[in-house]
């Protein structure tokens, strides 16, 4: 927050030094025009050829300054109010415009996923939940309004993607997609949003020919090379995939996390179409990571090594106090998410408040992204939460209760009891 305010603040003073320096400059080009120097040239001038006589010329030069000193006083005078009133205006009036616009718009980067950051306890707070509820409703307001402003489409998208609902994302990037259907980034984010909102997330159908479309544009689109090579690993074609993400490598920072991450799944692949153990990925120790299957794959492709994969079992029960609150056709969600890293839960159903009491398992088939599975974190934290709006995000009056951070590998039933009341 500190940065954004010191770039706004930078923003506007540059803002403010394009109006207030030509005003400033006016002021000087002002002095310029009162000056009698003109005029008094050509008095000499005529003293020179004999116009004039002396008595004369000494008459109307005393005259000359006399008239310009007044009027360069007045004008000074008059301008310099002016100016500064023009300079107060400006100075109060030009950020005070800036503020108020991004109230009236709203902070458009608390829509984008990725720069929402995760609580300290790993949930969200009601103050944070309603404010970001408010900015996306406010943004669907506008967009009805202006129904061909791709760009506002996709960014609702965006948020729809962040807190959970995955269809009203999908919806929303295929509006932004249908206005701009030559932006190759909306096209992949799309397919994207239609594997992540299909009950198997799989990429193929719809998704596989928008992203096909957009490498034979570009064929060095990161994202749509990224996306192609884990539908091929879907697909159990482990060489195009190896191919592809080879081919993806060397456009990544050697250092960086994505091309960790990439280099991570290319060995899966390897090892898959070799028939070998999943090695240990890069940057992790063989200890914590020997049960983990961090390949971006679906249910129908877990290997066998898969059974030791993350499994939690969660058993959920309603508070007895809470019972006259309990809405039976609202929704139920029992989530897991990271202890210490992106809100986005890493696995989740979606129930009916009716079946409580009951149990349930939250598994990486229940991912919504390849890259944001259980088996990715040593720790996460579990939730339950009967929500009226069916939002996943909290809503004031929603019925909730987290855990504290556990281990992923955590054998025993997770036991949740929702006692706690959304204020």
Do not use: C
Not at 100 to 125: C, F, H, I, K, M
């Amino acid at each position: 927050m500190t940065v954004f305010l010191l770039i706004a603040a930078l923003m506007i003073a540059a803002a403010l030094a394009f109006v207030v320096i030509p005003l400033l400059r006016s002021r000087d080009q002002a002095n310029v025009v009162a000056d009698p120097t003109h005029r008094l040239r050509v008095l000499d001038e005529a003293l020179a050829a004999g116009v004039i006589d002396a008595d004369e010329y000494a008459s109307k030069r005393a005259a000359i300054k006399k008239t310009a000193s007044r009027a360069v006083a007045a004008a000074q005078g008059q301008r310099s109010r002016t100016a500064f009133a023009a300079l107060l205006a400006v100075a109060l009036l030009l950020p005070a415009s800036a503020l108020l616009l991004y109230r009236l718009v709203g902070a458009p980067q608390a829509l984008d996923p990725a720069n929402l950051a995760s609580p300290p306890a790993a949930e969200q707070t009601a103050e944070q939940a309603a404010n970001m509820e408010q900015a996306i409703t406010g943004l669907a307001a506008k967009l009805k309004q202006q129904p061909d402003d791709a760009q506002g489409w996709a960014l609702l998208a965006r948020a729809y993607q962040a807190t959970n609902r995955l269809e009203e994302s999908r919806d929303a990037f295929k509006q932004a997609h249908e206005h701009a259907p030559d932006d190759a980034d909306l096209a992949v984010e799309y397919a994207q949003a239609l594997a992540l909102a299909a009950p198997d997330h799989r990429i193929h159908g719809e998704p596989r020919t928008l992203l096909d479309a957009v490498l034979a544009k570009d064929p060095e689109n990161q994202r749509a090379l990224w996306l192609i090579g884990i539908s091929d690993y879907q697909d159990e074609k482990y060489d195009s995939a190896i191919a592809t993400w080879k081919k993806l490598l060397p456009m990544l920072a050697p250092d960086s996390d994505v091309a960790r991450s990439v280099r991570n799944e290319i060995a899966e692949a390897e090892a898959r179409r070799d028939g070998r153990p999943p090695p240990t990925p890069e940057g992790e120790s063989p200890d914590a990571t020997a049960s983990a299957d961090a390949a971006p794959t679906s249910p129908e492709t877990q290997p066998t090594s898969a059974a030791s994969a993350p499994r939690l079992t969660v058993q959920v029960a309603l508070d007895p106090k809470l019972k006259d609150k309990l809405d039976p056709d609202a929704t139920l969600f029992v989530f897991a998410r990271a202890a210490s890293g992106p809100p986005m839960p890493l696995a989740i159903q979606r129930l009916k408040a009716a079946q409580l009491p009951l149990t349930v398992t939250l598994d990486d088939s229940m991912s919504m992204m390849p890259a944001m599975k259980l088996s990715k974190f040593a720790q996460v934290v579990v939730g339950a939460r009967v929500s009226k709006s069916g939002n996943a995000m909290p809503q004031s009056g929603d019925l909730q209760t987290v855990s504290a951070p556990l281990d992923v590998h955590r054998a025993e039933p997770v036991v949740l009891r929702i006692d706690q009341v959304v204020p």
